[in-house]
């Protein structure tokens, strides 16, 4: 910032308290983590006992969730540590690598249950249909009480979104398995136990596509979806005496934490600390009422700054 001229403000969480989205929702996921678990021994079994492909690839499934809700829980208890003077935003970014993990997972899982859906619906196996409808109610059942767990959690963080489509992919996947299972009994189709598993196959992929596109949305800095760039600037250039806007960035660290910087050019009858303070105030409430963005740093500064700054940098 040039001496005298330009003038530094940030509003945000004081250090130390940098409470990511997700982490209001860490005993929620601990209990989908538990459930996943039970379904995950409970659909393992069936499979065994019964031959349904439909219900190894759900349980294959499940086992993805168990460690991809073990890394969000993980990532949580990063995401919270205190910021430090080299990582000044603390572990924030854990979340967001956690969910790309997840991404990873669900499509290697998805890619395998597609593979031997395939092959199974060509060379077709027996399946005990009446145990598969036991087990897979188990799972429906257990997977409905998760999703109402992170029904919430999953609009305000990506980390919980990621756990939240999984067990959302999962609940289908159940219910494919109930009806195929029912399609055997009724019909003695055996085919439909392996059209239960593409179907679960064709669920997770592309949940797993959106996933890894705001994961990397995230991770390239883009803007934040709720945020229009256009609307931002033309508030800010709406404020007695701003005069020009340049330099301007919003971001998002985590899920729940988007932070924006800005050089805004200000006229002359501002250029005194009365004039900074008022100013400043008004630049994080238009920003904070309007674009819930609360974590901004501007640098205010007189016209032609931005040239003598140009300067510099040659």
């Known amino acids: 910032m040039g001496a005298g001229h330009d003038h530094g403000h940030t509003h945000g969480p004081p250090a130390g308290a940098t409470a990511t989205a997700a982490a209001a929702y860490r005993a929620r996921l601990r209990i989908a983590l538990c459930l996943t678990l039970v379904v995950l021994v409970s659909e393992l079994v069936g499979g065994l006992l019964t031959g349904s492909l439909a219900l190894l690839a759900d349980a294959g499934h499940m086992a993805t969730d168990a460690v991809g809700i073990s890394m969000a829980l993980l990532a949580i208890h990063f995401a919270n540590r205190p910021p430090s003077e080299r990582r000044t935003f603390g572990y924030a970014r854990a979340e967001i690598l956690a969910a790309l993990a997840n991404c990873l997972l669900l499509f290697g899982v998805g890619g395998y249950v597609l593979v031997q859906g395939v092959t199974r619906l060509i060379t077709p196996a ?49 219910v494919a398995v109930v009806v195929s299972a029912v399609v055997v009994l009724v019909t003695g189709w055996q085919r439909a136990d392996a059209v239960a598993s593409l179907l679960i196959g064709l669920m997770v992929v592309p949940r ?24 931002v600037r033309a508030h800010m250039l709406a404020l007695s005496g701003v005069e020009g806007v340049h330099d301007l960035h919003v971001w998002t660290i985590t899920s729940g934490l988007p932070v924006l910087s ?9 250029l005194d600390a009365l004039g900074y303070e008022k100013l400043l105030h008004e630049l994080q409430g238009c920003l904070g009422l309007h674009f819930d963005v609360e974590h901004c740093t501007f640098q205010l500064e007189p016209g032609g700054h931005a040239e003598h700054e140009l300067r510099l940098c040659h």
């Open 208 to 231: 797993a596509w959106k996933l890894l596109r705001e994961a990397l949305d995230i991770l390239l800095e883009a803007a934040p979806k709720h945020v229009d760039m256009a609307e």
């Open 262 to 270: 800005a050089h805004v050019v200000v006229s002359p009858e501002v």
């Open 126 to 174: 027996e399946v005990d249909g009446g145990l598969t409808v036991v087990f897979g109610a188990i799972g429906l059942v257990a997977n409905s009480v998760s999703l109402l767990l992170l029904m919430r959690g999953q609009r305000e963080s990506l980390n919980v979104r990621g756990a939240f489509l999984e067990v959302m992919a999962d609940a289908l996947g159940s």
